[in-house]
């Protein structure tokens, strides 16, 4: 008979042997462990960029109708835990300053950075909490959401 050594220094050698080729091979499939990733703007698909740049001039002009073309309806919003739902083209129309008004600072920035998840690309804007959501729905760009923190 042979004397095997079954420790716990063993023990825990071969259980962290096999538990680490899975966590590695998980990062490595996801890009990180959340799964998101944050893209700058010139690195985002060219399509996405026209859309994005014709979305931020008609924000900053207050042009709610050009927005409300560029926008999925029904529009998922989130205002507060208990607020959430979805607006109708009339209805986002109607709320578009609690969305985009106010002078957005976000869509000044020079340099906007993107997180980039499932598809879809969020803007953040720091000074509010708010999230703005955009994705490729039948070929083209779309704004589809907007969630704020109280």
């Known amino acids: ?85 979805t607006f109708s083209q009339t209805q986002f129309i109607r709320r578009y300053n609690d969305i985009l008004g106010g002078g957005r600072k976000v869509f000044t920035r020079a340099r906007p950075r993107f997180y980039v998840e499932a598809g879809a690309y969020s803007l953040s804007d720091p000074d509010d909490a708010s999230t703005y959501v955009f994705k490729k729905v039948n070929g083209s760009y779309r704004f589809t959401g907007y969630f704020s923190e109280p």
Do not use: C, H, W
């Not at 990062?27 to 979305?55: E, N, V």
């Not at 900053?60 to 926008?71: I, L």
């Open 1 to 85: 008979m042979r004397n095997v050594d079954r420790g716990p220094a063993r023990v825990l050698r071969r259980f962290i042997l096999s538990v680490l080729p899975v966590i590695a091979v998980t990062a490595m499939l996801t890009g990180s462990t959340s799964g998101q990733q944050t893209r700058a703007f010139a690195s985002t698909p060219k399509d996405f960029q026209a859309f994005y740049t014709k979305f931020r001039s008609a924000v900053t002009r207050g042009d709610k109708q050009a927005v409300a073309a560029m926008t999925k309806f029904p529009f998922k919003y989130g205002f507060d835990a208990g607020d959430e739902g």
